[in-house]
């Protein structure tokens, strides 16, 4: 049975900084793509971050400068890291593991950890 347990998220002060990671208990977590996509309340998810399994990173604009996101594959292990924190990051954040070849697609998901920037 897959697992993603996200870890990390807590209550920071905009402009504070939170790391979150992601163990996978996945065989052949390498060739995963893992990505990072947060839901706020009465909004959709939305992606935050992605790294492919070759290191590749993508974005989104809001996340652009501010957040890390990086991966060590000897611990199956995904990290999210975030400085400079505004409010409007206050979402649950959800870590995901992605494995896609053609048409064939398989995601996985945590829980989800609670990311709230208030001073």
């Known amino acids: 049975q897959v697992q993603l347990v996200e870890s990390g998220g807590g209550l920071v002060q905009p402009g504070g900084s939170l790391r979150l990671s992601c163990a996978a208990s996945l065989s052949a977590f390498s060739i995963y793509a893992m990505g990072w996509y947060r839901q706020a309340p009465g909004k959709q998810r939305e992606l935050v971050a992605t790294?492919?399994?070759?290191?590749?990173?993508n974005y989104a604009d809001s996340a652009n400068g501010r957040f890390t996101i990086s991966r060590d594959n000897a611990k199956n292990t995904v990290y999210l890291q975030m400085n400079s924190l505004k409010p409007e990051d206050t979402a649950v954040y959800y870590c995901?593991?992605?494995?896609?070849?053609?048409?064939?697609?398989?995601?996985?998901w945590g829980q989800g950890t609670q990311v709230t920037v208030s001073s």
């Open positions: 995901n593991a992605a494995l896609s070849s053609g048409s064939f697609r398989r995601d996985y």
């Open positions: 790294i492919s399994s070759g290191g590749r990173t």
